[in-house]
Each structure stands twice: as structure tokens, then as C-alpha cells.
């Protein structure tokens, strides 16, 4: 019997351990999260994933791959003084939406927080998340009283920005405006930069329903002005009682959805948007939310901008899932859900409170998954093929006296070097 002679072969890990660049093609295709424990095997696979060179490369390659892999959740709004804020921010944490797993690390636990300091998320954008500080001070004369920073929770690196309030002129300061922080971050553009936006709503004009809305910016990489804040654009009257609150990045802008007076026979439904291209603020002409009996939800998903409306905060089990056309000229109904027939192992469903619309599907772009609590577990809900799967059965941050749900922010692992 003749023996067979077998040779090692050019891809044994001895092969590519030697090949640095063989090595680096296939670190470059696996995931943020896994990278981050792999630097663990050797002091060269740390210096290959911790490298800007190999960040830069990877935040490039998996640009549009826009997956939801967690979730951070925050009590909803309180009934009375409609004060989100959190104190117990080191509880802050990812909800894993594949195992219901709680991540290990907050948003704030690199930063130095007084005990009394209140903190919260406002926005998640492609991996990263724009946080608030609100500071106790007993003398407040010359320290801020809030401060924002931009994170990414997979590094846990972070950058706070420069303080809005220095960059406003005495007489804005005197008519003490409101603020609005958002901020931008599009990894198909750039591997780093993102672009933070304050809009400051002044005072209604007198005997109008209008406010003046000013804006600044400012960018992670202005070589022009480092370190500032920028005016950009003209002043926009709009209607002085909307909000900007949960600003969403889609398409080059910062959209806001909403309602004016959302809990009046008279709300009417606004739309503004931040042009990145122009950098100022507009009120096109976007088509009006398709049922003022709704609420509504904004989510970029899918590469397409969505709504998705529900006929209660506290109970929504109607459900319906809208897609804005790609003219901007109407909103398409994708999906009418009615989940009160549907049963939850030995129960009814009692109640439904919709979280967000997330991709659930890094190869099927029209994979979409509503996050809903049903009977105080927090589920994935397949819209594709209507089928959910329980991620998390313990009791979500609610508040007692909260007249909304749980408010949620998406996660995207990513490499984001800040």
C-alpha cells in the first residue's frame, strides 16, 4: 500500500499568521464586537484591529451593513414635568436583540459623572449615540448646566462637544431660547466625522402661533473653525409648539415627524428637516401623517425612510408600518397589524406598546422587525413573515407615572474611531 504524503497547506493558521496582509483581509470581514475580543489573542492582532488604518478600512467595508444588533432602553416620559432624565445612568445598557443578553458596558461609564448629574441618550445614528448631561451645580454662575457628548458604546471612546451656549450673542441669551441637540454620522462617507446640530427655538412671536429657529453646527473635522460652533443658514418660522425631538438621519438630512398640540382636536402634523448639503434648515413640503388619529414613530430602515403608527401609547395593538415614496410625494401603507387575536403562551396578548422599527437582516435589505413589548416582554416582531420571538422577560424601565412607553435606541457595532 503506497502511503500518501500530505504537505501542509498555504492556508494553515501557521500561513496566515505569517501573512499580515492575509491576516488583516480576514479580521477586516468579521464583526465590531468579535474584532474587540480578538484583540485579546496576541499583542499583533491588537495592534492590527486597534490600528486607524484597519478602523478606517472596516468602518468602510461594512458601511451598509445597517443590522440592528441591540437596543438601549430608557424610561418614558413623566406624566407631570415630562422629565426623562436618568440617574441610574450606569444601568444604561444594550439589550442583545439575538439572545435577550444585557451588554456589560453603559454609554457613561468612561465619563466622570457627579452622583447627583442626571443623564440620558437623545440619538442613535449608525453606531453612535449623542448622550446629555444635565449637571447640579450650587453655583451655576460659571459652570455649564448641561453637556452632550458623542460615544461609540462598541470602543467606548467618546468626545464632548464644545458648549452651545458660549457661541450664542448676548441678546439670545436674554430671551433664553430653547435648545435641541441632534447630530449626524454617515459611515458611507466618512470613516469618522460626524456632524453635530443645534437648533435653538426662540419665544413665540407675539400674538403668532410661530417661533424663530436658528441653527449651528458642528463638525468632528472643520479645519476652518476646529472646536466651534458655526451659525449656518437663515432663521425658519414654524410653529412655535413643535418639538425637536427624535431627530432621524436618512438621505443626507436630519428628519422630525410630529404633531403640534398631539393632544388636542386641533394637532396638525409638521415635518422639518437639516440639509447637510446646505446646511440650513427647511419645511418642505413632505406629505402630512396619514391618520391624525395615530401615533407615530419615525425609523430609517431598509434604506428607505418609515412610520410606524400606532392607535395608543399605553396599548397598540393596531399597528400600521408606512414607507415614504422615493419622490417624497406620499406615504405607502407596507403592513396593517391587528395583534389583539394573536396569543402569548398561556395568555392573550393584554397589551402591545411598540418600541421601534429595525433591519433584521444583514443580506435581506427588506427584512424589517418591529421591537414591541407584549405583556411586559420585549419581542421581535418579523414582518416579513409575521412571526416573533421573545428576547427579554424581565420587567422593562418604565415609569410609574409615565404617560408613554419605554423609549429605545438602536445599536450598530462599529469601529468608529473618535
Not at 466622570?112 to 440619538?123: G, N, S, T
Not at 418639538?243 to 393632544?263: A, K, Q, T
Not at 394573536?342 to 422599527?357: C, E
Given at each position: 500500500?503506497?502511503?500518501?504524503?500530505?504537505?501542509?497547506?498555504?492556508?494553515?493558521?501557521?500561513?496566515?499568521?505569517?501573512?499580515?496582509?492575509?491576516?488583516?483581509?480576514?479580521?477586516?470581514?468579521?464583526?465590531?464586537?468579535?474584532?474587540?475580543?480578538?484583540?485579546?489573542?496576541?499583542?499583533?492582532?491588537?495592534?492590527?484591529?486597534?490600528?486607524?488604518?484597519?478602523?478606517?478600512?472596516?468602518?468602510?467595508?461594512?458601511?451598509?451593513i445597517t443590522k440592528v444588533s441591540s437596543i438601549f432602553l430608557e424610561p418614558g416620559e413623566d406624566d407631570d414635568n415630562k422629565n426623562r432624565?436618568?440617574?441610574?445612568?450606569?444601568?444604561?445598557?444594550?439589550?442583545?436583540?439575538?439572545?435577550?443578553?444585557?451588554?456589560?458596558?453603559s454609554p457613561f461609564d468612561s465619563i466622570e459623572i457627579h452622583p447627583k448629574d442626571l443623564a440620558y441618550i437623545v440619538q442613535s445614528c449608525?453606531?453612535?449615540?449623542?448622550?446629555?448631561?444635565?449637571?447640579?451645580?450650587?453655583?451655576?454662575?460659571?459652570?455649564?448646566?448641561?453637556?452632550?457628548?458623542?460615544?461609540?458604546?462598541?470602543?467606548?471612546?467618546?468626545?464632548?462637544?464644545?458648549?452651545?451656549?458660549?457661541?450664542?450673542?448676548?441678546?439670545?441669551?436674554?430671551?433664553?431660547?430653547?435648545?435641541?441637540?441632534?447630530?449626524?454620522?454617515?459611515?458611507?462617507?466618512?470613516?469618522?466625522?460626524?456632524?453635530?446640530?443645534?437648533?435653538?427655538?426662540?419665544?413665540?412671536?407675539?400674538?403668532?402661533?410661530?417661533?424663530?429657529?436658528?441653527?449651528?453646527?458642528?463638525?468632528?473635522?472643520?479645519?476652518?473653525?476646529?472646536?466651534?460652533?458655526r451659525p449656518c443658514g437663515s432663521p425658519l418660522m414654524a410653529p412655535a409648539k413643535f418639538e425637536l425631538h427624535n431627530g432621524v438621519y436618512?438621505?443626507?438630512?436630519?428628519?422630525?415627524?410630529?404633531?403640534?398640540?398631539?393632544?388636542?382636536?386641533?394637532?396638525?402634523?409638521?415635518?422639518?428637516?437639516?440639509?447637510?448639503?446646505?446646511?440650513?434648515?427647511?419645511?418642505?413640503?413632505?406629505?402630512?401623517?396619514?391618520?391624525?388619529?395615530?401615533?407615530?414613530?419615525?425609523?430609517?430602515?431598509?434604506?428607505?425612510?418609515?412610520?410606524?403608527?400606532?392607535?395608543?401609547?399605553?396599548?397598540?395593538?393596531?399597528?400600521?408600518?408606512?414607507?415614504?415614496?422615493?419622490?417624497?410625494?406620499?406615504?405607502?401603507?407596507?403592513?396593517?397589524?391587528?395583534?389583539?387575536?394573536?396569543?402569548?403562551?398561556?395568555?392573550?396578548?393584554?397589551?402591545?406598546?411598540?418600541?421601534?422599527?429595525?433591519?433584521?437582516?444583514?443580506?435581506?435589505?427588506?427584512?424589517?422587525?418591529?421591537?414591541?413589548?407584549?405583556?411586559?416582554?420585549?419581542?421581535?416582531?418579523?414582518?416579513?413573515?409575521?412571526?416573533?420571538?421573545?428576547?427579554?422577560?424581565?420587567?422593562?424601565?418604565?415609569?410609574?407615572?409615565?404617560?408613554?412607553?419605554?423609549?429605545?435606541?438602536?445599536?450598530?457595532?462599529?469601529?468608529?474611531?473618535?
Amino acid at each position: 500500500m503506497s502511503r500518501i504524503k500530505v504537505s501542509k497547506s498555504p492556508s494553515s493558521p501557521e500561513k496566515i499568521e505569517e501573512n499580515e496582509d492575509l491576516l488583516t483581509e480576514i479580521l477586516l470581514h468579521l464583526g465590531a464586537k468579535t474584532l474587540i475580543r480578538f484583540k485579546c489573542v496576541s499583542k499583533r492582532w491588537s495592534t492590527i484591529i486597534s490600528s486607524p488604518y484597519f478602523c478606517h478600512r472596516h468602518v468602510f467595508r461594512h458601511a451598509n451593513i445597517t443590522k440592528v444588533s441591540s437596543i438601549f432602553l430608557e424610561p418614558g416620559e413623566d406624566d407631570d414635568n415630562k422629565n426623562r432624565y436618568f440617574n441610574n445612568h450606569n444601568d444604561i445598557k444594550p439589550l442583545s436583540l439575538e439572545n435577550g443578553s444585557h451588554g456589560s458596558s453603559s454609554p457613561f461609564d468612561s465619563i466622570e459623572i457627579h452622583p447627583k448629574d442626571l443623564a440620558y441618550i437623545v440619538q442613535s445614528c449608525n453606531g453612535l449615540l449623542l448622550c446629555r448631561i444635565l449637571h447640579h451645580h450650587k453655583n451655576r454662575a460659571f459652570l455649564p448646566i448641561e453637556s452632550f457628548f458623542v460615544c461609540n458604546p462598541t470602543t467606548e471612546c467618546f468626545n464632548f462637544l464644545p458648549d452651545p451656549y458660549k457661541a450664542l450673542d448676548a441678546d439670545s441669551h436674554e430671551s433664553s431660547p430653547w435648545l435641541y441637540m441632534n447630530f449626524a454620522f454617515d459611515p458611507s462617507t466618512s470613516s469618522s466625522d460626524y456632524v453635530a446640530i443645534c437648533v435653538w427655538k426662540f419665544k413665540a412671536v407675539k400674538n403668532s402661533s410661530r417661533s424663530r429657529f436658528e441653527t449651528m453646527v458642528y463638525s468632528s473635522t472643520d479645519e476652518a473653525e476646529p472646536g466651534s460652533w458655526r451659525p449656518c443658514g437663515s432663521p425658519l418660522m414654524a410653529p412655535a409648539k413643535f418639538e425637536l425631538h427624535n431627530g432621524v438621519y436618512f438621505n443626507g438630512s436630519v428628519h422630525w415627524i410630529g404633531f403640534v398640540d398631539p393632544d388636542s382636536y386641533a394637532k396638525m402634523s409638521v415635518s422639518l428637516r437639516f440639509d447637510f448639503k446646505e446646511l440650513r434648515l427647511r419645511d418642505d413640503n413632505m406629505p402630512p401623517l396619514p391618520d391624525l388619529d395615530y401615533f407615530y414613530i419615525p425609523a430609517a430602515a431598509c434604506g428607505h425612510l418609515n412610520l410606524v403608527g400606532f392607535s395608543s401609547p399605553e396599548r397598540s395593538n393596531m399597528i400600521r408600518v408606512y414607507q415614504m415614496a422615493m419622490d417624497y410625494s406620499k406615504w405607502v401603507l407596507l403592513h396593517t397589524l391587528d395583534l389583539s387575536p394573536m396569543y402569548w403562551p398561556n395568555d392573550f396578548i393584554a397589551s402591545v406598546k411598540v418600541l421601534h422599527l429595525i433591519q433584521d437582516s444583514e443580506d435581506d435589505c427588506s427584512g424589517m422587525s418591529l421591537v414591541l413589548v407584549v405583556n411586559y416582554n420585549v419581542v421581535v416582531f418579523r414582518l416579513k413573515d409575521y412571526t416573533f420571538k421573545r428576547i427579554y422577560s424581565r420587567y422593562v424601565p418604565w415609569n410609574e407615572s409615565a404617560e408613554s412607553p419605554p423609549i429605545s435606541f438602536e445599536h450598530i457595532e462599529s469601529l468608529v474611531q473618535l
